[in-house]
């Protein structure tokens, strides 16, 4: 495992973003000799650079047919010394550590693979943020700077990674930025400031959810004023502009509380896509005693077509988790447990035609099928491993086999 080496890359820049006035201390510094000018307003909105992916706040992800995941460092005695960077190749079987990086006064928020490194978000409570960059090859390791924490990592390219304010709508003006992954200079990015999320990438853009209101962004600060304004507020899904940050077309929308259907709440999020489908999972809540929110008693999939006609796929889970398996950036399949606290699993299609069902391998506890390989393979979540900071252990088994029932899978070794 490589020694800690890091080279600090100052930015150059300071933020000027004239919406969010109050967030622009948060990702600022000063260049090596002199105080930093303001970044002057772009020209013209920059477009991205090469291909737009999304990023998710997790501690694993999947990027190609490489797995990266982040786990504390604990020493001899147990206390917490660090992060540990472990790289895992489906191809080879094989999981390896790949950096360790010896500061127990941060942890890994998210990270991103672009142009063969790894960068990961690091922060120190709210007080300071940085990119540590890994070569997947085993070079240098430098780390570029982000400031206080407040923003969230939303979308990355070859060059640049976007973000949005933690403090957005409805109850303060939601704000982007994008930081330059060669210089370090961060600039605005121009996004409405009624913007809620970001939620993923799609052909010709990205797809945005914003709250549309009669009443201006951002809402009174009175808790019960607020709450009866968004309860005749829209939340619209929209595909977007990547560069400017501009909606382009609706997409979908619901009530902002959820939709009602007889005696039921529906609650719609968006899943993902497929060409150009768009999928959103309906959570159904009825009203119980003491729980104004209501139990949750079902879920189901809306399917958004490119004319903008809506399916509602033929299944429905009841009381049980269901998600999306993804191959890339597309869906390919829907999965769910049969019951709760149950070992086999139910795959459904698109179309929401059951496909399979396949258990655990007998003395095996896998509870997360991960992801969908670019051949077609899927991967398999084995629990921790102890005796690696406890690592996530993985398997693979081809789809077929899966779907099929087969517990023939190959398990990863840990190498290093």
């Known amino acids: ?98 950096y360790e990086y010896n500061d127990n006064t941060y942890s890994p928020l998210c990270q991103f693979l672009a142009n063969n490194t790894l960068y990961v978000v690091m922060c120190r409570d709210d007080s300071d943020t940085k990119l540590l960059a890994v070569p997947l090859d085993g070079g240098e390791v430098w780390e570029i700077p982000l400031g206080p924490n407040t923003w969230s990592a939303r979308l990355y390219d070859d060059r640049y990674i976007y973000f949005i304010s933690y403090s957005q709508a409805p109850t303060s003006p939601t704000c982007g930025m994008r930081l330059d992954l060669q210089t370090g200079e961060s600039e605005k990015w121009d996004i409405p400031i009624e913007t809620y999320d970001v939620l993923g990438v799609t052909d010709g853009g990205i797809v945005t959810s914003r709250i549309v209101s009669d009443y201006p962004i951002p809402l009174p600060s009175d808790s019960e ?31 902002f509380n959820g939709t009602r259907e007889g005696d039921e709440t529906i609650q719609y999020s968006y899943m993902g896509k497929n060409g150009s489908d768009y999928y959103f999972l309906a959570t159904h809540l009825k009203p119980i005693s003491g729980n104004p929110y209501g139990d949750t008693v079902g879920s189901s999939v809306l399917c958004v077509h490119s004319d903008g006609t809506q399916e509602n796929l033929d299944f429905m889970v009841t009381q049980q988790p269901l998600r999306e398996m993804h191959q890339n950036e597309e869906i390919r399949w829907f999965i769910a447990p049969t019951s709760y606290d149950a070992d086999t699993y139910i795959v459904y299609d698109l179309q929401g035609n059951e496909i399979g069902r396949t258990a655990a391998p007998t003395g095996v506890d896998f509870d997360i099928i991960e992801y969908l390989l670019d051949d077609g393979r899927v991967v398999l979540s084995l629990g921790d491993d102890p005796a690696h900071n406890y690592v996530t252990r993985y398997a693979t088994i081809d789809a077929d086999a899966f779907l099929n029932g087969s517990t023939e899978y190959t398990e990863m070794e840990f190498v290093g």
């Open 1 to 98: 495992m490589k020694t800690n080496t890091l080279i600090p890359l100052i930015l150059t820049a300071a933020l000027a973003l004239s919406a969010c006035a109050s967030a622009a201390d948060s990702a600022t510094t000063a260049a090596p000799a002199e105080t930093a000018a303001a970044t002057p307003e772009p020209t013209a909105a920059p477009e991205p650079v090469g291909e737009l992916h999304t990023l998710a706040e997790t501690g694993q992800n999947k990027f190609g047919n490489v797995i990266c995941q982040t786990r504390p460092a604990l020493d001899d005695e147990g206390n917490f010394s660090g992060t540990v960077i472990y790289k895992t190749d489906p191809d080879a079987r094989q999981t390896t550590a790949l």
């Open 225 to 255: 004023m607020r709450s009866a304004i968004m309860q005749n507020s829209t939340l619209e899904f929209d595909l977007t502009d990547a560069a400017t940050g501009q909606p382009i077309q609706k997409i979908f929308e619901s009530s």
